[in-house]
């Protein structure tokens, strides 16, 4: 079985600043996808951004990039020139993508990011 | 109109009550999920559907039950609600040929269930 592990209960981090939220897994698979998915006040869960195992150039979303270290098994979100929309809750998830997976995310424990003004 | 819509929004109801939460999808998507997030906990799965007639327990099952009866809806019932299933519980639909999108959910907004 997966889990993953986020170790920051709680951040905060100055509007237009960097931070950097952490996310390490343990699997025995190969090939699998990570993604980041925020949930703001209002409790919808939204995607912020995603990678595939396989690929080793780290994914990108305009503010938001990851630093994907496949042998570390470590996942971290960063988030550049933070907005006060950023303030949320993040979440870190896996999926397996091997054959006859039900391909269920599974989910960290989350951190919660304020930005403050 | 929402992509996923989960009803009721928000609801309170006493220990030993039935309750079903209601999911429905306008994306066409064959894979449905439930899950419950708790305070510290992240998100759970509870269950999960491949189709119409498919139906499987996810890490979580105890105390649900599900039902899928169309493709476009998918709805978990609390046989007899106790107060440590006060939570908050969200459907999710994913695609399995959207090829690299196939892992991707997407979420209802989440059903607010208290059980007093």
């Known amino acids: 079985a997966q889990t993953v592990t986020q170790s920051q209960p709680e951040m905060s981090v100055q509007e237009a600043e960097t931070v950097t939220l952490s996310c390490t897994y343990d699997t025995s698979e190969n090939n699998y996808y990570l993604f980041w998915y925020k949930q703001p006040p209002s409790r919808q869960m939204i995607l912020v951004i995603r990678?595939?195992?396989?690929?080793?150039q780290n994914a990108t979303e305009n503010r938001f990039s990851v630093n994907f270290q496949k042998a570390a098994k470590s996942f971290s979100l960063k988030i550049s020139d933070s907005q006060l929309g950023d303030t949320a809750m993040y979440f870190c998830a896996f999926s397996s993508i091997s054959s006859g997976s039900a391909r269920q995310l599974t989910f960290g424990s989350g951190t919660q990011l304020t930005v403050l003004p | 109109d929402a992509d996923v819509t989960q009803t009721p929004r928000n609801r309170i109801t006493k220990t030993g009550k039935r309750i079903m939460l209601e999911c429905s999808q306008t994306k066409g998507h064959d894979r449905m999920y439930w899950y419950r997030q708790d305070p510290g906990l992240g998100l759970r799965l509870i269950y999960y559907?491949?189709?119409?007639?498919?139906?499987n327990k996810g890490e979580i099952s105890d105390g649900y039950s599900v039902s899928r009866q169309a493709q476009a809806k998918f709805s978990l019932s609390l046989e007899s609600a106790i107060p440590n299933q006060t939570a908050l519980y969200f459907c999710?639909?994913?695609?399995?040929?959207?090829?690299?999108?196939?892992?991707?959910?997407?979420f209802g907004a989440g059903s607010r269930l208290t059980v007093l």
């Open positions: 559907s491949f189709d119409v007639k498919d139906i």
């Open positions: 990678q595939e195992a396989y690929k080793q």
């Open positions: 999710a639909t994913s695609d399995p040929s959207a090829g690299s999108g196939a892992n991707v959910l997407t």
